[in-house]
Structures are given as structure tokens and as C-alpha cells.
């Protein structure tokens, strides 16, 4: 794999099409076009910080076990436990990761159900959009179940569908509308839909439309082992998807917002996607819809790269019985030689966390905020090993030099900060039907796993197998032959 190929990977997965769009209604609501178009190049600046340390680190352990293995190997030079951190990085990683892949489809199927609603008058309706999601859910486990290679193949047009898509969008937002917003508007507009009377409560409230869109660039990691060069080009995969994404997105939201033709009108869109009534005032009905096709290709292909990509990680989680049914979850496809089992695992348990959305209005929030609690912990976890770590961490040949501890306590202290935020309602008054479920689902979910550490796995769990050696090769033949 060459370092444009390791890049790719991340920025698909990133896909300022999927994340920008799927929340633009969210940040509609919540602080408007002011905290959206400000509040992303802040979120980025931090972003980018996660980010260096995150490469730094790839540049010194360039393995597919990314943020799960790092923590096990910098833990011991922080004279702390590895197989402590690496258990609860993995699981705040697993728990991420579901969210993520959940929040993906999750978005697609807001706008296919939009465009179906539009077109064929499949009314946008919670139990229709729910329907919708297993049946993404269901193809993407079908692909990566019977069809790697066309997996493959289809990561590919990815990249381009989205740099391509992105220039489209924002183009006939420029050319076609007679009509555009104010630059005061865009810019300086702030709007309070969330009932919350503290404005700086809503704007960072509203700052989870960059941070959830933001997620995804670890895969660069991941795929180290595949690419040349991987102690440089890993690193620069990481950062360059931030950094490329980081300006797509601004383009786009900004392209977005300045062709509003009718705020109010696109809030209460009866497709319930926001975005498309916006394609459809500023472009008309055919082009419109075309725009939204245009989403939907970018929605479903990170969402099919996501099942991928968190099957792969439940698999090498459950081969070190770190997994309640490991046994089940790390069983290798005769045919394809892949974690299939994983794969299902990852798209029912996406299916779970959306469910809520049958009866809560704010769920596909809550889904987007665990997605960032969950992946962000993971991701600071190292950095914050590796400030530890001071001079005992041995740097790759891509490194911050003297940079490194400075810049990554200030990702670890942003992380903490966001931690706390996204746990916070997001609307008042609190209803049942407008909870934010993020604490219960970690509660849930990261209480059953340390419970499970302190009654039984701190007697027996040792941490990830180390990449390349012999245990983890006579591990993967196992799962071969058992296959």
C-alpha cells in the first residue's frame, strides 16, 4: 500500500460528507451558522493536536494493533500496568467504534429515507428510518462477508467519490442559486433551538457536529502493516487526512450555509434531512436530489469501510479473550479467510445503540456522542502514556521532538474537557424522549467490562499479542485451521 493509499483509507473513513451533513440539522439548532462555521477550524485545531500525538506514536510502534497495543507497550515505561490500559483503551475503542458505525448508516439512512420520501413518497418516518438502517446494516455485513474483494475495489472509488462529490456540492451551491445569504449571516448568525438560555453552553454543545466528523483518522494506523514505509507514511496518513478534511469540511459547510434559501423551512423539511431541503431550494428538484444521491454514495461507502474496519478490531480483541464469547467472535470465514462472525457482531450491536431513535428525537445525537467519547478516549489514552513516558518513550522516525509532551497534554487535556461535554443534555427541558443516553450506554457497557477486569481478566489477561511474533502467528494459524 502506498502512503497516498494509507491516507485515503483514513479520509474516507473521516468523510466530511457523511459527518458535516448528518448533523448539520443538529448544528442548525444548536448555535447555528456562527458556532458551525467557528466552532469546526476549533475543533480543529485540537483535532490536530490529537492527531501529532497520535503519529508520533504510529511512528515509533507501526503496527496494525494501533491504539490497543500502543497502550500495553508505552503503560510499563509510565510505570503503570499494559495489560490495564490496553484492556480499557480496547474497550473504550470497541465501544467507539460500534458508535461510529452506527451513526454512519445511521445518517445514511436519514437521507435515503429523505431522497425515497421525495421521490417515492416513503414517508421519513422513525420506524421507516430504522427499517432503512438494517437494511445498510445487512448489505454492508453482506459485503464484508461474501464480497471482500468488491469491498476493496469499492474502497478505491471511495476517495474519489468524495473529493470529487464535495467540489460538485459545493460548485452548484456557488453557480446555481439566485440567491445567497449575507456573509454577516454565515459568519455571525447564532441560533438557540436547544431551550438552554447560556449561549457558551450551546455553542459547545453544538461544537459535536466538528468533533464527531472529526473521527476515523486512526485507521491510517491500522493499515501500517500494509504500507511502505510505515514509520513516515502511517504518521503523515494521519495527520494529511486531518489536515485535507479539515479544509473539505470548512469549504463545505461554509458552501452549505451560504445557500440557505430558508432557515425555518429547511429545519422543518418534511424529509427530516435538513441538508436536502437546502439542495432543493438553492437547485431545484432534480438537481437536488441529485446532490442527495451524491450524499448517499459518500454515506454508504464510510459506512461500509467502518463495519470493516471495526470487525477487524473486534477480532483482535476477541482473540485475546478480552470479548465475553470470544471463541465465537475471532472464528475465520472458510471461504473469504476473514473474521465474519466479528463482522455481525459489529453491525447488530450498531443496530442497538440507533434502536432508541423509535422513541427519542435527540438519539441520533446521543449515538454521535458516544461514537466521540468512546474513540477520543481511546485515542488520548497513549498520548496521554506516552507524556508519562517522558524521556523513556522511543521516538519513530516521525516525532515532534521537544514539541511532543507540551503538545500532547494539551490533546489530553481537550479530550477530558470534551469527555465531560458530550455526556451533558443537549435539550431542555430533559425528557425522556430528549435524553442524552451517552452516560447509560457507558455505564452499561465500560461498568460491565471493569467489573469483569477486577472480579476475573486481571488474573489472567496479559494484554494484546505482540504484532508479528511467534505466539501471535501461532494464534492466527489456530484460527486457520479451526477455520
Sequence with gaps: MSGFTNFAVSFTIISVLSGCLTL????????????????????????????????????????????YYWAAKLAPHSGLS??????????????????????IDFGAALFLNAFLDLQFGFAATPPHTILLLALILLAHGALNTFGV????????????WHLIGVSLIVGVLVV????HQDASFVFGEFVNGTGWGSPVYVFLIGLLLAQYTLTGYDASAHMTEETRNAATAGPRGIVHSILVSLVAGWV????????IQDYRGALESPTGVPPAQVFLDAAGATTGKFLLLVCIGAQLFCGMAA???????????????????????????????????????????AFLLAVPYLWSYTAYAAVTSIAVVGLYTAYVAPIYLRVRAGAAFEPGPWHLGRLGRPLGTVAVIWVGFIFVLFMLPQV????????????????????????????????????????GSAEELAAVERDLRSA
Design 176 to 179: 446555481v442559486p439566485d440567491h
Design 428 to 467: 431542555h427541558p430533559v425528557t425522556w424522549e430528549s435524553f442524552n443516553y451517552t452516560p447509560v450506554a457507558f455505564a452499561v457497557v465500560l461498568g460491565g467490562a471493569a467489573l469483569w477486569w477486577v472480579v476475573s481478566a486481571r488474573h489472567w489477561f496479559t494484554g494484546p499479542k505482540v504484532q
Design 252 to 259: 463545505l459547510l461554509i458552501g452549505l450555509t451560504f445557500a
Design 82 to 103: 499494559g495489560p490495564a490500559w490496553a484492556w480499557f483503551t480496547g474497550w473504550f475503542n470497541l465501544v467507539g467504534q460500534v458508535a461510529v458505525t452506527a451513526g
Design 307 to 349: 463495519v470493516t474496519g471495526n470487525s477487524r478490531m473486534i477480532y483482535a480483541f476477541a482473540r485475546d479473550g478480552a470479548i465475553p464469547g470470544s471463541g465465537l467472535w475471532h472464528r475465520i470465514n472458510k471461504r473469504t479467510r476473514t473474521p465474519t462472525n466479528s463482522v455481525w457482531l459489529a453491525a447488530v450491536g
Design 149 to 160: 474483494r468488491v469491498v476493496a475495489v469499492l474502497n478505491g472509488v471511495s476517495v474519489w
Design 24 to 67: 448539520y440539522g443538529f448544528g442548525m439548532k444548536t448555535g447555528g451558522p456562527a458556532a458551525m462555521i467557528w466552532g469546526w477550524p476549533l475543533v480543529g485545531v485540537f483535532v490536530v493536536l490529537v492527531g501529532l500525538g497520535m503519529a508520533e506514536i504510529c511512528s515509533s510502534y507501526p503496527t496494525a494493533g494501533g491504539l
